[in-house]
């Protein structure tokens, strides 16, 4: 099945810090979700992204499709940013039709 | 207002017991998903289904069991064959069985085995 790998996989920043967080998947894919897990466990949606560009706020993202990654840009982090980021992935309709997701990206935004 | 529901928040249960985690969405989606997530670690995919009354197993199926009866309900039932159950468990819901939906997920159930 499909691989998704994230980088780094932990990442400290100061308030007010840019970063990007990366995801590579090992195969075609027809959905690509961004997600932010809070304190509290709950997954919260980022970006439906499996091709182009979108921003919302501070945050953007970037889907190459044809080169198998997909970025996630944070701009003027803030604390309420820390948390665990996921890329999840899912090919196009064959075989297992579920999101497969990487281990994570664990940010710590300190004051 | 339309989301999906997971109960309860916390369950314990004691070592040899099944237990029944509750997904309930009211968002008419066709798919549902069942994850397992360990400390520090990503999801790992236990039981789909895309449609009523039919389940796939992801990778993680061994001491699980799921049905399908209703639309808005897709049960996960933790047998005491599951060697080490103890985590955190998101259940999840798309709008189709195709690819190209996107997925929600419910505030998930730690379970902890006493």
């Known amino acids: 099945g499909i691989q998704v790998e994230q980088s780094p996989p932990d990442l400290i920043l100061q308030e007010g810090a840019n970063s990007t967080l990366r995801c590579n998947f090992s195969?075609?894919?027809?959905?690509l979700q961004w997600f932010h897990q809070n304190p509290w466990g709950q997954l919260i949606n980022l970006f439906y992204i499996p091709s182009g560009t979108k921003q919302n706020g501070r945050l953007s993202a970037t889907t190459v499709a044809t080169e198998r990654y997909s970025l996630l840009y944070i701009s003027s982090s803030q604390t309420t940013d820390s948390g665990v980021y996921f890329c999840?992935?899912?090919?196009?309709?064959?075989?297992?039709?579920?999101?497969?997701f990487g281990s994570g990206t664990r940010l710590q935004v300190q004051p | 207002d339309g989301g999906i529901t997971q109960s309860p928040k916390y369950l314990f249960r004691k070592e040899g017991q099944n237990v029944t985690l509750s997904c309930e969405q009211n968002?008419?989606?066709?798919?549902m998903y069942w994850y397992r997530q360990d400390p520090g670690q990503g999801l790992r995919l236990i039981y789909y289904s895309q449609i009523v009354n039919d389940f796939q197993k992801g990778d993680i199926a061994e001491g699980y069991s799921v049905s399908r009866e209703k639309k808005e309900s897709f049960p996960l039932t933790v047998t005491s064959a599951q060697k080490n159950p103890t985590a955190f468990y998101l259940c999840?819901?798309?709008?189709?069985?195709?690819?190209?939906?996107?997925?929600?997920f419910g505030q998930g159930t730690r379970l902890t085995v006493v």
């Open positions: 195969d075609s894919v027809n959905n």
């Open positions: 999840a992935a899912r090919p196009p309709d064959t075989g297992r039709r579920a999101l497969t």
């Open positions: 999840a819901s798309s709008a189709g069985a195709r690819s190209r939906t996107e997925a929600f």
């Open positions: 968002l008419n989606h066709d798919a």
